[in-house]
């Protein structure tokens, strides 16, 4: 079973601010995913990071994966307060069919 | 774009009934999974299919069963319902190389 770890869980930020969440992984992982879920509501991919040195941006978020360290990054520039949500990163093995989440990072951006 | 598509969208059902929860698939997605969310909480697998026949099994009680039929929708069904089953449960598809695609959802209350 691959484990997928994330920190912090719990985040709240001022607009404006920088900030970065962490995913761990326990073993080797052919690929790592990025989710954003609102409350309530369906979770939406955001990134898929393929390789190791992988770096996806999409507006003020950017995602990179280091499969070495087994860590992938989600990291926030100047954060605003539509970017409030849960962010999930997920994980893939080798073998099987299965996406192993972690635990999830709820974001609170404060005006 | 097509997006997975799930119903019904909400469900009550009382302890000890049960429930059939269905899932239509992205056009050539070939893999079908289940996820239950409890509040707070991230989305935990329950049961995948790929090309209509299992592929993999998560924390799945032995109450629920779930299959995927020749148009590749998919069903779970629900037995014996506990209080404890109360949550969002997603279907999410997936094709090769692609990121898991969620629907919207089935909430589901246990009073």
């Known amino acids: 079973e691959l484990k997928v770890e994330q920190n912090p869980l719990f985040l709240s930020m001022q607009e404006g601010k920088n900030y970065t969440i962490y995913c761990n992984y326990s073993?080797?992982?052919?690929?790592l995913y990025w989710y954003r879920q609102d409350p309530g509501k369906s979770l939406e991919s955001l990134f898929v990071l393929l390789s190791n040195g992988a770096v996806k941006q999409e507006g003020r978020l950017m995602a990179s994966l280091d499969t070495k360290a087994r860590l992938s990054t989600l990291h926030i520039t100047a954060a605003v307060h539509d970017l409030s949500a849960t962010y999930f990163c997920a994980g893939t093995r080798y073998t099987g069919n299965q996406f192993y989440f972690g635990t999830g990072t709820s974001l609170t951006v404060i005006p | 774009a097509a997006g997975v598509i799930q119903s019904p969208r909400h469900l009550i059902k009382e302890k000890r009934e049960t429930a059939t929860l269905k899932c239509y698939p992205i056009?050539?997605?070939?893999?079908v999974y289940w996820y239950q969310q409890g509040p707070g909480q991230d989305p935990q697998f329950l049961i995948s299919f790929y090309e209509k026949m299992q592929s993999d099994k998560g924390s799945i009680p032995d109450r629920f069963s779930a299959q995927q039929f020749s148009d590749y929708h998919s069903e779970l069904n629900m037995s014996s319902l506990e209080l404890g089953d109360s949550a969002l449960y997603f279907c999410?598809?997936?094709?090769?190389?692609?990121?898991?695609?969620f629907g919207n959802g089935t909430r589901l209350t246990v009073t």
């Open positions: 999410a598809s997936s094709g090769e190389n692609s990121p898991l695609h």
């Open positions: 073993t080797t992982s052919d690929r």
């Open positions: 056009p050539r997605h070939d893999t």
